[in-house]
């Protein structure tokens, strides 16, 4: 797959999981990554794992700070080729019992600056008259859930609309839009934040890839980086408006074993 002078947008890439496996495969493709996160720490933590990987510290919720971002961007890199829309917030907590604060900050990150930074992207790309990807980042909540994740699931149910939608409006201009769905993709860092819904992590995540998973091994975040990877490249140039779960199958079960 090759990305070489590829400019690629990635926001939400200065942690780990996902967003951290995307940039390693978009780099080790030869891409020219530009990382955005909210925060200046994270950007900074990105600018020590990533030398020479340009970052950008905006809040993607803000109109004007998407604006700021890439009016940078045009002036230190120039027009951006590809975009991983991967910032994202989770929400597990029963509907009923979700505030209306909670339920909007959550569509606010997931679908609407979704939608924002890709209009931002789009308008570039017609500007310059050159052709360009996006990939965006669901979750296979999006096909099958489990309590407590409705709100979420809806807010990423709704990405894959507007991946689809989008699709369908730029083709005409030879722009692509797909999404990756991760299934559990496993890091270390997990296991503390698991410790909020069970006493044993551990055996949380052994039984997630023994028993739900059709392929009985973990989910490294470069899986889910190498496929988005494809989708960027011209080696997907026939694929728009689709969804590639990145789940060892998880999704396919009727019945877990």
Known sequence: MNLN??????????????????????????????????????????????????????????????AS???????????????????????????????????????????RSVWLISKFFIQQLLKNDITGNIVNISSVHAHSTIPGHAIYASAKSAVEGLTRGMAVDLGQYNIRVNAVAPGYVHAEQNYDLLRSVTDNPEQWVENIILKEQVIHTEIQPEDCGYTVGFLLSDLSRAITGQTLYVDNGSTIQLFAS
């Open 5 to 66: 002078e590829k400019n690629i947008l990635v926001t939400g890439g200065g942690g780990f999981g996902v967003g951290e496996g995307v940039c390693k495969a978009l780099l080790s493709c030869g891409a020219r990554l530009i990382v955005n996160e909210k925060d200046p720490e994270k950007t900074a933590r990105v600018s020590e794992k990533f030398p020479g990987v340009l970052t950008i510290a905006a809040d993607i919720a803000k109109t004007s700070e998407v």
């Open 69 to 111: 971002m890439f009016e940078r961007i045009e002036k230190e890199v120039g027009v951006l080729h590809g975009l991983v829309n991967n910032a994202g917030i989770g929400l597990s907590k029963p509907a009923h019992e979700i505030t209306e604060q909670e339920f909007d900050q959550l569509y606010q990150i997931d679908i």
